[in-house]
C-alpha cells in the first residue's frame, strides 16, 4: 500500500497508486450507516483515505463524528456498508479479530483519553508495543519529548492536567507507527502553542511514516493543516 504525495496549490496532497492491477487504501467507507434505535445518525457515508494522507472531518456537534470513528475502529457496529482497513473488512471480523487490527495498523486518540489509572505516563505510552511485543524504550521517550512530557513518564496520570493526558494520549497512538490514526478532537485541551506543536507531532508522523490520519476537529488552526477537509452530514461527506 503506497500513496505518491503531490503538491497541488501548495499543500501536500496523497494520490493512491496501483500496485499488482489493484488500487489500495488505508481506509474505505462505501455507505455506511449509522442509527440509535429508530433515529438515524448519519447515512450514505463514503471515504477513502490513502497512505500518507491527512484528512480534517467538521461537523455539527451530534452529527456522529465520534461514533463514526468507532465504527471504523469496531469499537461500534454500522448498521449498514462497509470499512475497509488496511485492506481488511471490519465488518466481519470477531471480536478478538478486531482487537488484534486495532493493535497492529489502528492508532486512536480519544476525547476521553483512556490512560490506564495503575500505570506511568511512560507505561501508558509503551502499552500498544508491548501488547505486539516490541518494547522499544528510545521509541517512547522519543515521543514524550516529542509532545513535550519528557521528564514525566514516571509520574501517574492522576497527577497530571487535562493538557498533559491529551499529549500522552496522542503519544500512545502514535507510538506503535500505524497505518491509519483516527483522532478525535486531539487539540480540544490544549492552549493555541502548544495544539500547534502537537499537530505538529502529527503531521511528522503522517509525512514520515505514511499513515493515514483522520482528524475530528471543530478547530479552523486544525483543518488548515490537512490535507483535505470534509464535512459530515447526516447524509453522508461532502467537502468541507
Known amino acids: 500500500m503506497t500513496a505518491a504525495l503531490q503538491v497541488q496549490g501548495g499543500r501536500m ?3 493512491l497508486q496501483v500496485q499488482g492491477g489493484r488500487m489500495t487504501a ?3 467507507l462505501q455507505g455506511l450507516v449509522r442509527r440509535y434505535g429508530d433515529t438515524p445518525v448519519f447515512a450514505g457515508v463514503d471515504l477513502t483515505l490513502a497512505a500518507g494522507e491527512f484528512v480534517a472531518l467538521l461537523g455539527e456537534s451530534g452529527v456522529g463524528k465520534s461514533t463514526l470513528l468507532n465504527c471504523i475502529a469496531g469499537l461500534d457496529a454500522a448498521d449498514a456498508g462497509t470499512i475497509t482497513v488496511a485492506g481488511t473488512a471490519v465488518g466481519g471480523l470477531a471480536e478478538p479479530d478486531r482487537a488484534r487490527l486495532r493493535r497492529e495498523h489502528l492508532g486512536f486518540v480519544f476525547q476521553a483519553f483512556h490512560l490506564l ?10 502499552l500498544p508495543l508491548l501488547l505486539l511485543g516490541r518494547p522499544d524504550d528510545d521509541r517512547v521517550q522519543a515521543l ?7 521528564g514525566l513518564g514516571g509520574r501517574s496520570p492522576a497527577q497530571l492536567s487535562g493538557g498533559q493526558l491529551q499529549r500522552v494520549a496522542l503519544a500512545r497512538a502514535l507510538v506503535h507507527k500505524p ?4 483522532a478525535d478532537e486531539p487539540t480540544g485541551n490544549l492552549d493555541p ?6 499537530l505538529d ?3 511528522a508522523q503522517v509525512r514520515s511514516e505514511g499513515a493515514a490520519c483522520l482528524l475530528v476537529t471543530h478547530s ?8 483535505r477537509v470534509l464535512r459530515l452530514t447526516a447524509t453522508g461527506i461532502v467537502p468541507g
Open 13 to 15: 496532497t496523497a494520490a
Open 26 to 28: 488505508a481506509l474505505h
Open 117 to 126: 489509572p495503575h500505570l506511568s505516563v511512560a507505561e501508558n505510552v509503551a
Open 144 to 150: 514524550l519529548t516529542a509532545v513535550g512530557l519528557g
Open 179 to 182: 497505518a491509519l490514526i483516527l
Open 193 to 198: 502553542s502548544t495544539a500547534e506543536r502537537m
Open 201 to 203: 507531532v502529527l503531521v
Open 220 to 227: 479552523a488552526a486544525a483543518a488548515a493543516r490537512a490535507d
